[in-house]
């Protein structure tokens, strides 16, 4: 059964194309990459794109480990994030630093979105607020910036120090919940790109940034060096297509007028729309529970090849058991956005990492419930298998494993309730599934496409829930199962 899983899973997790365009979490970035894609296919080059892969670091490490081909960049970001600790001049400086990495920068495609800080217009009047300096002196107000951007290098810590803005109190926030956060009045202020729909939508004043502090962010794709001059010639063409007016109406018209960011790229390139080419719901349900249950499967089957001999062994060995038990409970611990993230530098982006993250957090549960079962077995039922002369196998086999296994499927099941719901963050680094309608939901402000991803996803659990409900009455010996105990 489990090597008909795995064989089910291996085809959707083998995809190659030429071409790979990456995008980061925001609008403004799919609409780029789908450009680049259609672009690519209108020069009859192979072409996908991986959405929403995260922040700029995931998608540079990605493009810089050939996972992906090129992504949407700023050249501020790589000045002053990417490449921070290399301390450059200006834009210019950035070509040879970047070639020595076997990267490049594309020709600037027209426009700059920069940061910059919003206020609601009624608060900026209330309190006299028109500069980025005019901040000081308003240390009462509630500032939530996006988790990137408190970190950067020409993030909020830096320019808090230009500003001298110590006295204000700053916390982490999703950049597209914190336009729900603001408009709602529970912030007062944000950190918006300058291209950004939401500003004129939410009535938003954006502070001048009376002391320069922000640099210029010109739009280009970053790329690798290796890859086809065909492509590179695509991606150049796509110089001075938009301006910063042209952007924002693109912006505009997916976030608040529900177009979708093909379309926008379409519009941008001159292509008519195509009606019908977007994909169903349905079809896209059957896509991403594919991916999904090719994700679960995969690392429930490896824990399950892993985990069971430990748990043996340690109720076997109990030295053995006083060091498995803990370090598996460690892994536990360690935050699961943290663990996806940290493996992508070992195994890339996409599916790998995902499996492989889940593969560790369903040690603990089939390791301990192993264990469990097997230390916890009646002494006098041991006692009667050693006086029948049984060998230790024969026993591990005909005795204390089928003993034992209600508590091990238990753990079982907990490993794979937990692999369903965990699998939704694999969507961040490029693994699909279900969380990728909620990632995009999130992003749209569209309760419609987060349910497409949390319904099915609850779904999914209570399915494995009763299945395995079934497949543990299906092999359990008739004289073990509780009714005929009873």
């Not at 959707?12 to 609008?27: E, Q």
């Not at 002391?211 to 010109?218: E, M, S």
Request: net charge positive; charged share 20%; glycine share 8%.
């Amino acid at each position: 059964m489990l090597c008909a899983l795995l064989l089910l899973a291996i085809p959707t997790l083998s995809h190659a194309k030429p071409v790979t365009i990456g995008s980061k979490k925001f609008t403004e970035s799919v609409i780029l990459a789908e450009m680049a894609r259609l672009a690519l296919e209108q020069a009859k080059i192979p072409a996908q794109h991986r959405r929403e892969l995260g922040g700029s670091r995931i998608l540079y490490d990605a493009v810089e480990a050939g996972d992906i081909s090129a992504y949407p960049e700023y050249t501020g970001t790589l000045r002053f994030e990417i490449l921070a600790d290399r301390k450059l001049p200006d834009d210019a400086a950035l070509g040879s630093v970047l070639a020595r990495r076997g990267l490049a920068l594309s020709r600037p495609l027209g426009f700059s979105d920069g940061y910059a800080l919003a206020i609601r217009a009624d608060t900026a009047r209330r309190y006299g607020i028109a500069r980025l300096s005019d901040l000081a002196r308003h240390p009462e107000l509630t500032v939530a910036v996006s988790n990137e951007f408190v970190d950067r290098a020409d993030g909020w810590r830096a320019l808090s120090a230009a500003y001298g803005l110590g006295a204000i109190k700053v916390r982490g926030i999703d950049h597209d919940l914190a336009y729900r956060a603001l408009s709602g009045g529970q912030i007062d202020v944000t950190d918006v790109y300058t291209t950004d729909a939401e500003i004129a939508a939410y009535d938003l004043v954006v502070l001048k940034d009376d002391r320069a502090f922000f640099p210029r962010y010109d739009a280009a794709f970053l790329y690798r060096r290796d890859l086809d001059p065909r492509a590179v010639a695509v991606l150049n063409g796509l110089a001075g297509r938009l301006d910063e007016a042209k952007m924002r109406e693109l912006n505009r018209k997916v976030r608040i007028d529900g177009m979708s960011e093909t379309d926008a790229a379409r519009e941008a390139l001159g292509l008519a729309a195509q009606a019908g080419q977007e994909d169903s719901r349905w079809r896209r349900l059957l896509d991403r529970t594919r991916e999904h249950f090719a994700l679960v499967a995969v690392a429930l089957g490896l824990a399950l090849v892993i985990a069971l001999p430990l748990g043996i062994a340690s109720a076997r060995l109990p030295r053995l058991g006083s060091l498995v038990l803990p370090l598996t409970g460690l892994l536990q611990t360690i935050p699961s956005l943290a663990l996806f993230v940290m493996l992508i530098p070992l195994l890339g982006i996409g599916a790998a990492p995902t499996i492989a993250a889940l593969f560790l957090y369903s040690l603990l549960p089939i390791v301990r419930n192993t264990h469990a079962g097997l230390t916890g077995i009646a002494p006098p039922l041991l006692d009667s298998a050693e006086a029948l002369g049984l060998s230790r196998r024969t026993r591990l086999l005909r005795i204390e494993l089928p003993l034992a296994l209600p508590t091990i499927l238990a753990g079982v099941r907990t490993a794979a309730v937990i692999a369903v719901g965990l699998a939704t963050l694999g969507a961040i680094i490029g693994a699909g599934g279900y969380g990728q309608p909620i990632l995009t939901g999130i992003r749209l402000a569209n309760n419609g496409l987060i349910l497409e991803g949390a319904v099915p996803a609850a779904v999914f659990a209570l399915v494995i829930e009763g299945a395995f409900h079934l497949f543990e009455r299906a092999i359990t010996p008739r004289g073990l199962r509780p009714s005929a105990r009873r």
